[in-house]
């Protein structure tokens, strides 16, 4: 997938790209109105990354532009002004998702992965790995044939551990992922311990392969790997 | 008291020794007055009655000897100086047949080498008899000074102080967040002039304070956003490093309080935000569905501690409030309910056209549960909470005109919020239908 990160803060830009790079994304990066839209013009992306406050002007403008030439590319906003109009008019422009500032990365990920799933696997909501089956449509999840029985807060945290395997969600990650953005009220991080506890365990239950994993001090991880160790 | 019945009562007073002392001068002006016209009048009289001597001839039978006596007395008796003097006191009337204030003048005069003393007398009305009408009289004058009074006291400030009653109806409906500088009505009067440059320059003022207070506090928040996103995405990164657990710990532990941090932030960023009246709609909110969406979305979270959850949700309660200032709202308080609860308590919700009453289980908090509507004030200072949920559910009451307040009684929290203002919340606490039956 190539990823076109139009945002001003270079350090930023680069924390995006390492860890999209690592997903093998190919990244390129731009800092300004004028840059991106020469880019636009040369080649094709699967998503932009949008940041609205740039030094030459207001990114909204350039949702006009992606809409009209350049169809097939997703947009996800990220903003660091958590204006409900912004989000409003981000969105109506066609901007597929709006992100605040500041966001974890692997929430980032995430949302790329369903803006893409939404609208290029043509009507298509599976998500597969191995033998775990999602459907993201109706929040189904099959464990080879064996249906598992989650809760929707459980299958949200299903997905985005296969969006971000083999990588370390941090706990407050994985709430912000789950609650949204007034995780304030529920800082007590006992909650996604039960929640992963509980998910494991009905993993197991169905007999699939136990992939997430404690990673000591900081929170879990996926492992992709891990059948092959088993 | 009013300003201008103090003046009138001011005025009152004063007026009333002013007629006190004015009284008792015209009292005794009068009274000399008359005495006065009396002597001269009857000093005329004896000189008449000199000439008439000088002249000789009888005049017995003239009317000027009605009342008139004539001694002829040694020389030495003459006074040296004046000539003539008068005295007054109650003497017989025998005309009225009363005793009767009498006037008596007497001369001295030197008619072809005798002496003569002549004296004459008339009777004047007495003191006393004067005094009714001088009284009557400032009766009189007193009473329509004090209908004048009234009603000028009634009608003068209206038209003098009417600058004034306009500039204090234009303070009272100032307000620094509105951000509209005050327009105070042109006056003559120097001293509602001064002050309503004094207050102009006052809240112009305020209104700069608060606007480079605002633009720093937003300026700060959104700068601060950048940075934050960046240490966190450094953080992560470092994360899926190979790194060892000591390091591990230590990560999370700068995760932790950065997470803090953005939280603080995104929650002043709201708070800010609220206050600029950022959220306006007109459309209603259906708060029933919304409060059942919550209680739905919170419920593995009120199972893990095993609460209790009782409510009485009434059907299609709209409200005017932004969705998401509702969901805030909402969530705010539910989340609130469930986090200072005790393992195994209650959380009871009661929704109804005029109000929402949010009750529940817990410990005795260590500060007074009003102070806990303030900013960065948490019932237990050891909680990992950063304590601005409730300040953010009283910006949004403040800012749709809720009434909401914060009891803790019997170990129950109970927060109640009166949608109509002119209902206290108090008010929704004594009509409430707990105990409730258990939903869901």
């Given at each position: 997938?190539?990823?076109?990160?139009?945002?001003?803060?270079?350090?930023?830009?680069?924390?995006?790209?390492?860890?999209?790079?690592?997903?093998?994304?190919?990244?390129?990066?731009?800092?300004?109105?004028?840059?991106?839209?020469?880019?636009?013009?040369?080649?094709?992306?699967?998503?932009?990354?949008?940041?609205?406050?740039?030094?030459?002007?207001?990114?909204?403008?350039?949702?006009?532009?992606?809409?009209?030439?350049?169809?097939?590319?997703?947009?996800?906003?990220?903003?660091?002004?958590?204006?409900?109009?912004?989000?409003?008019?981000?969105?109506?422009?066609?901007?597929?998702?709006?992100?605040?500032?500041?966001?974890?990365?692997?929430?980032?990920?995430?949302?790329?992965?369903?803006?893409?799933?939404?609208?290029?696997?043509?009507?298509?909501?599976?998500?597969?790995?191995?033998?775990?089956?999602?459907?993201?449509?109706?929040?189904?999840?099959?464990?080879?044939?064996?249906?598992?029985?989650?809760?929707?807060?459980?299958?949200?945290?299903?997905?985005?551990?296969?969006?971000?395997?083999?990588?370390?969600?941090?706990?407050?990650?994985?709430?912000?992922?789950?609650?949204?953005?007034?995780?304030?009220?529920?800082?007590?991080?006992?909650?996604?311990?039960?929640?992963?506890?509980?998910?494991?365990?009905?993993?197991?239950?169905?007999?699939?392969?136990?992939?997430?994993?404690?990673?000591?001090?900081?929170?879990?991880?996926?492992?992709?790997?891990?059948?092959?160790?088993? | 008291?009013k300003l201008t019945?103090k003046f009138?009562?001011?005025?009152?007073?004063?007026?009333?020794?002013?007629?006190?002392?004015?009284?008792?001068?015209?009292?005794?002006?009068?009274?000399?007055?008359?005495?006065?016209?009396?002597?001269?009048?009857?000093?005329?009289?004896?000189?008449?009655?000199?000439?008439?001597?000088?002249?000789?001839?009888?005049?017995?039978?003239?009317?000027?000897?009605?009342?008139?006596?004539?001694?002829?007395?040694?020389?030495?008796?003459?006074?040296?100086?004046?000539?003539?003097?008068?005295?007054?006191?109650?003497?017989?009337?025998?005309?009225?047949?009363?005793?009767?204030?009498?006037?008596?003048?007497?001369?001295?005069?030197?008619?072809?080498?005798?002496?003569?003393?002549?004296?004459?007398?008339?009777?004047?009305?007495?003191?006393?008899?004067?005094?009714?009408?001088?009284?009557?009289?400032?009766?009189?004058?007193?009473?329509?000074?004090?209908?004048?009074?009234?009603?000028s006291s009634k009608l003068i400030p209206k038209y003098i102080l009417s600058p004034l009653s306009r500039t204090l109806k234009v303070i009272q409906y100032f307000d620094l967040?509105q951000r509209k500088p005050i327009r105070l009505p042109e006056t003559r009067t120097s001293e509602f002039k001064e002050l309503n440059i004094f207050l102009k320059k006052m809240t112009d003022k305020a209104l700069e304070?608060?606007?480079?207070?605002?633009?720093?506090?937003?300026?700060?928040?959104?700068?601060?956003?950048?940075?934050?996103?960046?240490?966190?995405?450094?953080?992560?990164?470092?994360?899926?490093?190979?790194?060892?657990?000591?390091?591990?710990?230590?990560?999370?532990?700068?995760?932790?309080?950065?997470?803090?941090?953005?939280?603080?932030?995104?929650?002043?960023?709201?708070?800010?935000?609220?206050?600029?009246?950022?959220?306006?709609?007109?459309?209603?909110?259906?708060?029933?569905?919304?409060?059942?969406?919550?209680?739905?979305?919170?419920?593995?979270?009120?199972?893990?501690?095993?609460?209790?959850?009782?409510?009485?949700?009434?059907?299609?309660?709209?409200?005017?409030?932004?969705?998401?200032?509702?969901?805030?709202?909402?969530?705010?308080?539910?989340?609130?309910?469930?986090?200072?609860?005790?393992?195994?308590?209650?959380?009871?919700?009661?929704?109804?056209?005029?109000?929402?009453?949010?009750?529940?289980?817990?410990?005795?908090?260590?500060?007074?549960?009003?102070?806990?509507?303030?900013?960065?004030?948490?019932?237990?200072?050891?909680?990992?909470?950063?304590?601005?949920?409730?300040?953010?559910?009283?910006?949004?009451?403040?800012?749709?005109?809720?009434?909401?307040?914060?009891?803790?009684?019997?170990?129950?929290?109970?927060?109640?919020?009166?949608?109509?203002?002119?209902?206290?919340?108090?008010?929704?606490?004594?009509?409430?239908?707990?105990?409730?039956?258990?939903?869901?």
């Amino acid at each position: 997938m190539k990823v076109l990160i139009i945002e001003d803060h270079q350090e930023l830009a680069r924390n995006i790209n390492d860890f999209l790079v690592k997903e093998g994304y190919i990244c390129e990066q731009c800092c300004t109105l004028e840059a991106a839209r020469e880019k636009l013009s040369l080649f094709q992306y699967d998503c932009i990354l949008l940041d609205i406050g740039l030094p030459d002007g207001n990114g909204i403008h350039l949702l006009d532009l992606i809409r009209t030439e350049y169809k097939q590319s997703n947009v996800v906003i990220i903003s660091a002004r958590n204006a409900v109009d912004d989000k409003i008019i981000g969105l109506e422009k066609g901007a597929d998702d709006y992100l605040t500032k500041p966001f974890h990365l692997a929430e980032l990920h995430a949302r790329i992965r369903a803006v893409y799933r939404r609208k290029n696997l043509g009507g298509t909501y599976i998500v597969e790995f191995n033998e775990i089956r999602l459907n993201t449509d109706t929040f189904e999840a099959l464990i080879g044939e064996t249906p598992l029985d989650v809760t929707r807060k459980e299958f949200d945290l299903l997905l985005y551990f296969i969006v971000n395997k083999n990588r370390v969600l941090s706990r407050q990650s994985i709430a912000a992922h789950l609650w949204g953005d007034y995780t304030d009220n529920l800082a007590n991080f006992d909650f996604v311990y039960q929640h992963v506890k509980n998910l494991r365990r009905k993993i197991g239950n169905a007999g699939g392969t136990d992939y997430i994993s404690t990673v000591y001090g900081l929170g879990y991880k996926f492992n992709a790997h891990k059948e092959a160790e088993t | 008291m009013k300003l201008t019945n103090k003046f009138t009562l001011w005025y009152f007073a004063i007026m009333l020794v002013v007629l006190l002392i004015g009284g008792a001068i015209v009292y005794y002006e009068i009274q000399w007055k008359i005495s006065k016209v009396e002597v001269v009048r009857h000093q005329r009289l004896n000189d008449l009655i000199a000439q008439q001597i000088r002249t000789g001839g009888d005049f017995s039978g003239s009317p000027t000897r009605k009342r008139a006596a004539i001694d002829e007395i040694p020389a030495g008796n003459m006074p040296k100086g004046a000539n003539s003097y008068y005295t007054r006191g109650v003497g017989w009337n025998p005309e009225f047949q009363a005793n009767e204030y009498r006037l008596v003048v007497t001369s001295f005069y030197a008619i072809n080498g005798k002496y003569y003393r002549i004296t004459t007398y008339s009777y004047i009305p007495s003191f006393y008899q004067l005094l009714p009408g001088v009284v009557d009289s400032f009766k009189w004058i007193l009473l329509v000074l004090l209908v004048l009074v009234a009603i000028s006291s009634k009608l003068i400030p209206k038209y003098i102080l009417s600058p004034l009653s306009r500039t204090l109806k234009v303070i009272q409906y100032f307000d620094l967040k509105q951000r509209k500088p005050i327009r105070l009505p042109e006056t003559r009067t120097s001293e509602f002039k001064e002050l309503n440059i004094f207050l102009k320059k006052m809240t112009d003022k305020a209104l700069e304070d608060y606007q480079s207070l605002k633009e720093f506090a937003e300026n700060a928040s959104h700068e601060l956003q950048t940075p934050t996103a960046i240490i966190r995405g450094k953080l992560e990164l470092l994360m899926e490093s190979d790194i060892q657990d000591d390091q591990a710990i230590l990560i999370a532990e700068m995760h932790n309080a950065l997470e803090k941090l953005s939280r603080i932030h995104s929650s002043l960023t709201l708070l800010t935000k609220l206050e600029n009246k950022e959220y306006v709609t007109e459309i209603p909110v259906c708060l029933s569905e919304l409060t059942r969406e919550t209680l739905v979305s919170f419920d593995e979270l009120i199972q893990m501690k095993s609460l209790t959850l009782k409510c009485h949700i009434e059907d299609n309660v709209y409200i005017h409030l932004h969705s998401s200032l509702a969901d805030l709202l909402l969530t705010n308080l539910v989340s609130n309910a469930i986090r200072h609860n005790i393992p195994g308590g209650t959380i009871r919700v009661s929704l109804t056209k005029t109000g929402l009453v949010i009750a529940n289980s817990g410990l005795t908090p260590q500060v007074p549960v009003t102070e806990l509507f303030e900013r960065f004030k948490k019932g237990d200072p050891a909680s990992d909470s950063i304590g601005i949920g409730l300040a953010i559910v009283r910006q949004i009451c403040e800012l749709m005109n809720f009434n909401i307040i914060y009891e803790y009684a019997a170990s129950q929290h109970t927060i109640a919020i009166s949608f109509q203002p002119s209902i206290p919340a108090s008010k929704l606490l004594q009509n409430l239908s707990f105990p409730l039956y258990p939903v869901l």
